[in-house]
T-cell receptor, first 111, second 114 residues
């Protein structure tokens, strides 16, 4: 079992749709959680951190469920420019900090 | 955007040749990392550095070595390139190695080993 698992997609949605991505992690010692966005042939860029209480940044909402060990990202009112791969990232303390990346979920937003 | 520059951006080399990739940062961050990204895999850590001359192995370190002689530069060397090392290589930095410190990536080096 992978330490961080994501549905690879692709998700194909029309502009204006709401889309949700889930990510599960296997290690209960996981401490910090992030969503990154990666455009085709570009570097990953931090989209948002994920906090226990949930957090929102404009059209993006991130949630964390520690009991079930999953993280979610909700995108409302999808734009063409949201088309990208979304990476779930978990950091855990194994004596030193270790950052684990999911393989990513591809999103295509179509006009 | 974080000031991270990778060079070269693209490289084609032959099997058995040595290759060095460079990462340069202007953020004065202590931690620097080398990752590789391949289809079907998440980003995988090759080596990382937690200070000048302080480095450690990641999960896929075989066939790679690193050096950090200055805070701003982190070099990744493939001693004898193999086709399995064809990949996209990303350098990343973080202010600390702690759990809450996100990584910021350079724009990547596409390496093809023929």
């Amino acid at each position: 079992r992978k330490e961080v698992e994501q549905d690879p997609g692709p998700f194909n949605v029309p502009e204006g749709a709401t889309v949700a991505f889930n990510c599960t992690y296997s290690n209960s010692a996981s401490q910090s959680f992030f969503w990154y966005r990666q455009d085709c042939r570009k570097e990953p860029k931090l989209l948002m951190s994920v906090y226990s209480s949930g957090n929102e940044d404009g059209r993006f909402t991130a949630q964390l469920n520690r009991a079930s060990q999953y993280i979610s990202l909700l995108i409302r009112d999808s734009k063409l420019s949201d088309s990208a791969t979304y990476l779930c990232v978990v950091t855990l303390n194994t004596g030193g900090f270790k950052t684990i990346f999911g393989a990513g979920t591809r999103l295509f937003v179509k006009a | 955007d974080a000031g991270i520059t990778q060079s070269p951006r693209h490289k084609v080399t032959e099997t058995g040749t040595p290759v060095t990739l460079r990462c340069h940062q202007t953020e004065n961050h202590r931690y620097m990392y080398w990752y590789r990204q391949d289809p079907g895999h998440g980003l995988r850590l090759i080596h990382y550095s937690y200070g000048v001359k302080d480095t450690d192995k990641g999960e896929v370190s075989d066939g790679y070595s690193v050096s950090r002689s200055k805070t701003e530069d982190f070099l990744l060397t493939l001693e004898s390139a193999t086709s399995s090392q064809t990949s996209v290589y990303f350098c990343a930095i973080s202010e600390s190695g702690g759990a809450g410190s996100p990584l910021h990536f350079g724009n990547g080096t596409r390496l093809t080993v023929t």
